[in-house]
T-cell receptor, first 113, second 113 residues
Framework: SQKIEQNSEALNIQEGKTATLTCNYT??????LQWYRQDPGRGPVFLLL?????KEKRKERLKVTFDTTLKQSLFHITASQPADSATYLC????????????FGKGTTLSVSS | NAGVTQTPKFQVLKTGQSMTLQCAQD?????MYWYRQDPGMGLRLIYY???????DKGEVPNGYNVSRLNKREFSLRLESAAPSQTSVYFC????????????FGDGTRLSIL
């Protein structure tokens, strides 16, 4: 079955720097991959989706890449701010159905001023 | 502007008690999901309903039952609660079809003593 690994549980960076989070999967290449943000005590919030035929997707200060050869997605936050501090989850379709997702355990980003 | 509403927000049960967690969405979404989130385990899918009238097991369905009451509502029932079911439960919904983002509620924090 598909497994997802997010590179580290925690990432600490200084304000203004670029944060890079990694999501690796082990089995089949998914048709798409999604990234979510989760704040303490809240449910995840969808950020970006990237399809297997897309190399890169951008939204404001966020950029996602998808490398099916490396079985990896990178999530970048440029010019990071303390308000970007949160846990970021990657998700991809399970092998059961197209709508069901499996989630990584998340990386908690802390941006200090 | 409610999105996905989960009730209750907090609950404490004794082992062996039963409980139904309620979820309602106002976005006219076809698909709905129940997840549990545990420290170190990430989000795990319990059950999902791709459309009204259908339900399917996810990764961790044992000990749970679900009912898709109508298009808006999807409930999760614990028939005989066990301490291992202590967790944060999230409900989510999405449009029909692959690669749709999921919209989450803010969770029910359930403790079983």
């Amino acid at each position: 079955s598909q497994k997802i690994e997010q590179n580290s549980e925690a990432l600490n960076i200084q304000e203004g720097k670029t944060a890079t989070l990694t999501c690796n999967y082990t089995n089949y290449s998914p048709a798409y991959l999604q990234w979510y943000r989760q704040d303490p005590g809240r449910g995840p919030v969808f950020l970006l989706l990237i399809r297997e035929n897309e190399k890169e997707k951008r939204k404001e200060r966020l950029k996602v890449t998808f490398d099916t050869t490396l079985k990896q997605s990178l999530f970048h936050i440029t010019a990071s701010q303390p308000a970007d501090s949160a846990t970021y989850l990657c998700a991809l379709p399970s092998n059961q159905a197209g709508t069901a997702l499996i989630f990584g355990k998340g990386t908690t980003l802390s941006v200090s001023s | 502007n409610a999105g996905v509403t989960q009730t209750p927000k907090f609950q404490v049960l004794k082992t062996g008690q039963s409980m139904t967690l309620q979820c309602a969405q106002d976005m006219n979404h076809n698909s709905m999901y129940w997840y549990r989130q545990d420290p170190g385990m990430g989000l795990r899918l319990i059950y999902y309903s791709a459309s009204e009238g259908t339900t399917d097991k996810g990764e961790v369905p044992n000990g749970y039952n679900v009912s898709r009451l109508n298009k808006r509502e999807f409930s999760l029932r614990l028939e005989s609660a066990a301490p291992s079911q202590t967790s944060v439960y999230f409900c989510a919904s999405s449009e029909r079809g692959d690669n749709q983002p999921q919209h989450f509620g803010d969770g029910t924090r359930l403790s079983i003593l």
